[in-house]
């Protein structure tokens, strides 16, 4: 017998910013250390992007006396439109999955669209909570 399947998770938010400056925010270190894998709670913060094909990055935030460390190497990256990187928190778990996020112009702003996968059975909701908050983060980097 085998257990619950993961999930992909799947989320969508409009951002009043175009999608260059939206999709740079992910690449940009200090952009993404205002938001990417940070909390309100965050009391510092380490942030080390190398945003090319093959490139490694890692962040570790340090919040309520615990480091918290997210990783990954970046998978594609196509300026505005597309970008891939693999994700983990090798505290919470060995496995590695996939983020995908889709940026596409909305009038004067755009849409992104993240996707998530595997999420761990049991994790969906957790996930999502983190990735709103980051996009509250992300929205006022962004906003103009």
């Given amino acids: 017998m085998t ?58 935030d340090h919040r309520l006396g615990q480091d918290y460390q997210a990783r990954g190497e970046y998978l594609e990256i196509d300026r505005p439109r597309r970008l891939v990187f693999s994700f983990g928190m090798p505290q919470f778990s060995p496995e590695i999955g ?9 009038g004067a702003g755009c849409v992104l669209e993240l996707t998530q996968e595997p999420v761990p059975p049991g994790d969906q909701d957790g996930a999502r909570r983190g990735w709103l908050e980051m996009f509250d983060g992300l929205a006022a980097t962004v906003g103009r």
């Avoid at 939206?22 to 952009?31: G, I, K, Q, T, Y």
């Avoid at 996939?98 to 909305?106: A, F, K, N, P, S």
């Fill in 98 to 106: 996939r983020v995908t996020v889709e940026i596409r112009r909305d």
């Fill in 3 to 60: 257990g619950p399947a993961a999930a992909v998770l799947r989320i969508e938010r409009r951002f009043d910013a175009t999608p260059e400056e939206v999709f740079d925010a992910w690449l940009d270190p200090r952009s993404a250390a205002r938001w990417l894998f940070t909390t309100r709670s965050s009391e510092a913060h380490a942030i080390d992007l190398d945003p090319r094909f093959g490139g490694q990055w890692k962040i570790t």
